[in-house]
């Protein structure tokens, strides 16, 4: 398992900054783009899963993870709201999974590898 047990918060940083960083990865020879989608499985982790979502959409903010490894580059919590439009570059990620219209609100992984 290349991420840890637990991902652990260590700052955050604008939407815009994240995506500009993702189209300049997009087609580099040497890193690879991974997209997770986070869930909460009971009503224990559906208040902390919101209130992070909140936190982060409101000031329109990614999440930095910093108890990454190597080969793990980067990694950041990305929220996407249900009423927002998907960006683009999860589009041209080739990520289709998420639904344009009646989604919940998602909070994102975007993972950056080192290949």
């Known amino acids: 398992s290349t991420l840890p047990d637990t991902l652990h918060v260590q700052g955050r940083i604008a939407n815009n900054i994240v995506w500009a960083y993702v189209d300049r990865l997009r087609n580099s020879p040497v890193k ?3 997209i997770l989608k986070f869930e909460s499985q009971n009503g ?16 329109t903010r990614c999440g930095v993870i910093g108890n990454v490894t190597a080969p793990v580059r980067d990694m950041y ?12 570059q999860l589009r041209l990620l080739g990520v289709s999974s998420i639904p344009k219209k009646n989604r919940t609100n998602l909070i994102l992984g975007l993972i950056v590898v080192n290949k």
């Open 44 to 59: 224990e982790e559906v208040q902390g899963y919101s209130n992070l979502f909140h936190y982060l959409h409101t000031r």
């Open 32 to 34: 690879e783009l991974i």
């Open 77 to 88: 919590l990305v929220p996407l709201s249900a009423e927002g439009s998907i960006p683009p």
